[in-house]
């Protein structure tokens, strides 16, 4: 499965945006699609998860309550909506898959990554 992340850009402190995950094909009721983020220095770091056919979701403790994973089944699309954004937010912004229901939350568990997109939170 082949992924495409968009929709980085600049944003002011408190403000929103919203990230898309393309998928070449439907991935929603058989992989494990995530959200990873890494800051310049920093180590690759779990966002958030969507587990296939429950559509169950899970969040790291830093963005809970201010990301929202959802979906697209007919577009095959991925979305992480982000509020109240902070220069600590700032971050490429990664998505990736693997296949089945797994809570695994190290980056190198999942298989299929797409080109992240720049988010950059200054004011």
């Known amino acids: 499965v082949q992924l495409q992340a968009s929709g980085g850009g600049l944003v002011q402190p408190g403000g929103s945006l919203r990230l898309s995950c393309a998928t070449s094909?439907?991935?929603?009721?058989?992989?494990?699609m995530g959200w990873f983020r890494q800051a310049p220095g920093k180590e690759r770091e779990f966002v958030g998860h969507v587990i296939p056919r429950s559509g169950t979701t899970y969040y790291s403790n830093s963005v809970k309550g201010r990301f929202t994973l959802s979906g697209d089944n007919a577009k095959n699309i991925l979305y992480l909506q982000m509020s109240s954004l902070t220069p600590e937010d700032t971050a490429i912004y990664y998505c990736a898959a693997r296949y089945g229901a797994h809570r695994s939350r190290n980056p190198n568990d999942y298989r299929y990554w797409g080109r992240g997109t720049l988010v950059t939170v200054s004011s």
């Open positions: 094909e439907p991935t929603f009721n058989n992989y494990t």
